[in-house]
């Protein structure tokens, strides 16, 4: 047992493992106290379901966090994108290529316009992604006038409707395929790609970056655009379940987003991470509303353990990092 | 006679209107350790972020291997065989060592993924051979943070020495370290010569100069006031170079 503990692999996942224990606690928490509701697949088909969504922004938000940066603006961003995707779509009878390049290249160019105003203005990423968060839902209350869009007649039935988001052999909804390939895809980025392993040095000490010959503002922008990409395709992934777009479409993802990556793991002072972590973040987030209910309590409590979760986790990450100093 | 690597003509710097390097004339051979001296504000630091690709000069020539040159670039200077050790500074803390050793110039495949094991493998062999660390608490995986100052001089020492770099170019390397440490590092120093390379290195401390140097160049106000082989001069004569140049320093602008 002692070995185990000391073993090299234990040593430098620390923070995925602790996370995965608080998953499994709850997760038996959940399966004892409503043996009823865990015991059967229908709950983890909602799962499924429902947490692709938020979890394809809080794995590609996790290289913003990495970098000691922050992105509040990406519910704008779901929100802009997702307009724009149904518009399209409505107005050409239903053309997926163009309605998706169309929206996701908005995505980027909102995640542009973010990367710039921190790297070449200096503003601080929070304060100019809460001007760039107004910004894009402004407009798309300007633009939308307040009504959403029905995609169901130009989306339903069709073959990108059913890659998107039906069940894969009646049972596994698509988006969460994707977000498990995502995931492992963004992993392996993260950890063993260029671009991943500057992201850590920027976010460790921009200064040691720059005289190692990392181009800081670049590594910036594209982690900026990348969460912009990704909040256009889970804005997709959205209007393809609910086939219809809303004008405060996005709005509720902020903090269950974020919430997801500090959960997991990835700290807010940036150069340390792990996307395993978010993916673990998402399943806690994601399954507390339901697993709350479940159990017995009321709504009412579902914020409230929310809150608990959160704080015991950063706490737990915290003392491990005051430990290793 | 002694073939030279770098040599820079006629260097003017100014940032806005402040004239930080004027008219610098300096030479260093192959297998030379040159120290530059001053007081602060100099020049000392300008000089070698033109080495280094960090400043553009506004106007002179820069000659490396008696070719003429222009250094756009950090990238660029490595290329052509000029290696900067800043301080500590230079490396990120809460990465592993084999990561920091290859930041900025990884080893991938074409499409820029890690070589991992080649880095882990290369990085152990810097470790080991160019550096000489012989404990076994400091691996390829370390994180830079358990690292003492001396160990993390010494980790930039072995990199730009994997990087078979030409000119190794110090910002003040004994900085903040102990004595231990500080002896260290002037013996890396030392060692160069016996590579056939040559460093540049900027020290506060006239002892440590004095020890590791074969030349010293002395600025003042941006410009080279002096210059000694180390044959030609004791320390304490150095040392009373410094002072008088303080002084007449002094007299030198009431002119």
């Given at each position: 047992m002692?070995?185990?503990?000391?073993?090299?692999?234990?040593?430098t996942?620390?923070?995925?493992?602790?996370i995965?224990?608080?998953a499994?606690?709850l997760f038996?928490i959940?399966?004892?106290?409503?043996?009823?509701?865990?015991?059967r697949?229908?709950?983890?088909?909602?799962?499924?379901q429902s947490?692709?969504?938020?979890?394809?922004?809080a794995i590609?938000?996790t290289?913003?966090?990495?970098?000691?940066?922050?992105?509040?603006?990406?519910?704008?961003?779901?929100?802009i994108?997702?307009?724009i995707?149904?518009?399209?779509?409505?107005?050409?009878?239903?053309n997926?290529?163009i309605?998706?390049?169309?929206?996701t290249?908005?995505?980027?160019?909102?995640?542009?316009?973010?990367?710039?105003?921190?790297?070449?203005?200096g503003?601080?990423?929070i304060?100019?992604?809460?001007?760039?968060?107004?910004?894009?839902?402004?407009l798309?209350?300007v633009?939308?006038q307040?009504s959403?869009i029905?995609i169901?007649?130009?989306?339903?039935?069709t073959w990108?409707?059913?890659?998107?988001?039906?069940?894969?052999?009646?049972?596994?909804?698509?988006?969460?395929?994707?977000?498990?390939?995502?995931?492992g895809?963004?992993?392996?980025?993260y950890?063993?790609?260029?671009?991943?392993?500057?992201?850590?040095?920027?976010?460790?000490?921009k200064?040691s970056a720059?005289?190692?010959?990392i181009?800081v503002?670049?590594?910036?922008?594209?982690?900026?655009?990348?969460?912009?990409?990704?909040?256009?395709?889970?804005?997709?992934?959205?209007m393809?379940?609910?086939?219809?777009?809303?004008?405060?479409?996005?709005?509720?993802?902020?903090?269950?987003?974020?919430?997801?990556?500090?959960?997991?793991?990835?700290?807010?002072?940036?150069?340390?991470g792990?996307?395993f972590?978010?993916?673990?973040?998402?399943?806690?987030?994601g399954?507390?509303e339901?697993?709350?209910v479940?159990?017995?309590l009321?709504?009412?409590?579902?914020?409230?353990?929310?809150?608990l979760?959160?704080?015991v986790?950063?706490?737990?990450?915290?003392?491990i990092?005051r430990?290793?100093? | 006679?002694?073939?030279?690597?770098?040599?820079?003509?006629?260097i003017?710097k100014?940032?806005g209107?402040?004239k930080?390097?004027?008219?610098v004339?300096?030479?260093?051979n192959?297998?030379?350790?040159?120290?530059?001296?001053?007081d602060?504000?100099?020049?000392?630091?300008t000089l070698?972020?033109?080495?280094?690709?960090v400043?553009?000069?506004n106007?002179?020539?820069v000659?490396?291997?008696?070719k003429e040159?222009?250094?756009?670039s950090?990238a660029?200077?490595?290329k052509?065989?000029?290696?900067?050790?800043?301080?500590e500074?230079?490396l990120?803390?809460?990465?592993?060592?084999y990561r920091?050793?290859?930041a900025?110039?990884?080893i991938?495949?074409?499409f820029?993924?890690?070589?991992i094991?080649?880095?882990?493998?290369?990085?152990?062999?810097i470790?080991r051979?160019y550096i000489?660390?012989?404990s076994?608490?400091?691996?390829?995986?370390?994180?830079v943070?358990g690292?003492?100052?001396g160990?993390?001089?010494g980790?930039?020492?072995g990199?730009?020495l994997y990087?078979?770099?030409?000119?190794?170019?110090?910002?003040?390397?004994?900085?903040?370290l102990?004595?231990?440490?500080t002896?260290?590092?002037l013996?890396?120093?030392k060692?160069l010569?016996n590579?056939?390379?040559?460093a540049?290195?900027?020290?506060h401390?006239?002892?440590?100069?004095y020890?590791?140097a074969?030349?010293f160049i002395?600025?003042?106000?941006?410009?080279?006031v002096?210059e000694?082989?180390?044959?030609?001069?004791t320390?304490?004569?150095?040392v009373?170079?410094?002072?008088?140049?303080?002084?007449?320093?002094?007299?030198?602008v009431?002119?």
């Open positions: 002692n070995n185990l503990l000391n073993s090299y692999f234990v040593k996942h620390k923070l995925e493992i602790s995965t224990i608080i499994v606690v038996l959940y399966f004892l106290g409503a043996p009823h509701v865990f015991t697949f229908p709950i983890y088909r909602a799962f499924m947490m692709p969504f938020f979890g394809i922004i590609s938000a290289f913003v966090v990495t970098l000691g940066e922050i992105d509040l603006s990406f519910p704008s961003i779901v929100g994108t997702s307009l995707f149904g518009i399209i779509m409505t107005s050409t009878d239903g997926f290529f309605a998706f390049i169309l929206a290249s908005l995505g980027m160019f909102a995640g542009l316009i973010n990367g710039l105003l921190v790297t070449k203005i503003i601080p990423s304060v100019a992604t809460i001007g760039t968060l107004f910004f894009w839902r402004g798309v209350n633009i939308s307040g959403g029905a169901v007649d130009v989306a339903d039935g990108h409707h059913m890659i998107f988001v039906e069940k894969l052999f009646g049972k596994i909804p698509m988006q969460f395929i994707w977000f498990i390939v995502l995931t895809l963004m992993q392996w980025v950890r063993y790609h260029k671009f991943g392993n500057h992201i850590h040095f920027v976010g460790d000490n200064a720059q005289m190692m010959g181009n503002d670049n590594v910036k922008i594209i982690a900026f655009v990348q969460l912009g990409f990704f909040s256009a395709l889970a804005g997709i992934f959205t393809y379940e609910m086939l219809y777009f809303w004008p405060t479409q996005g709005e509720g993802l902020m903090l269950t987003t974020l919430a997801a990556v500090f959960v997991g793991g990835t700290s807010v002072f940036g150069g340390k792990t996307i972590g978010t993916f673990i973040g998402v399943l806690i987030i399954s507390l339901s697993g709350i479940a159990l017995g009321s709504g009412f409590y579902v914020k409230f353990i929310n809150g979760m959160i704080t986790a950063v706490t737990v990450y915290a003392l990092q430990r290793k100093n | 006679m002694a073939e030279e690597l770098l040599k820079l003509q006629n003017y100014n940032f209107n402040v930080v390097l004027k008219d004339n300096i030479k260093i192959k297998g030379e350790v040159v120290a530059l001296i001053g602060n504000g100099a020049g000392k630091s070698i972020k033109v080495i280094t690709g400043h553009s000069p106007s002179g020539k000659f490396f291997k008696e040159v222009q250094i756009k950090v660029q200077s490595r052509m065989g000029i290696e900067a050790v800043y301080q500074r230079a990120c803390d809460q990465q592993e060592l920091n050793i290859f900025g110039r990884e991938t495949n074409s820029g993924f890690l070589d094991k080649k880095q882990r493998k290369e990085a152990e062999k470790l051979d000489g660390f012989t076994k608490a400091i691996t390829v995986d370390s994180h943070m690292l003492s100052g160990e993390k001089q980790v930039a020492f990199r730009s990087f078979n770099s030409d000119l190794i170019v110090l910002d003040e390397p004994t900085m903040g102990s004595i231990q440490e002896e260290k590092v013996n890396f120093v060692g010569k590579e056939n390379k040559s540049i290195f900027i020290d401390n006239i002892i440590h100069v020890g590791a074969d030349r002395i600025l003042d106000r941006g410009e080279v002096g000694f082989n180390k044959e030609d001069i320390r304490e004569e150095l009373q170079k410094m002072i008088q140049l303080h002084e007449s320093g002094k007299i030198k009431e002119e």
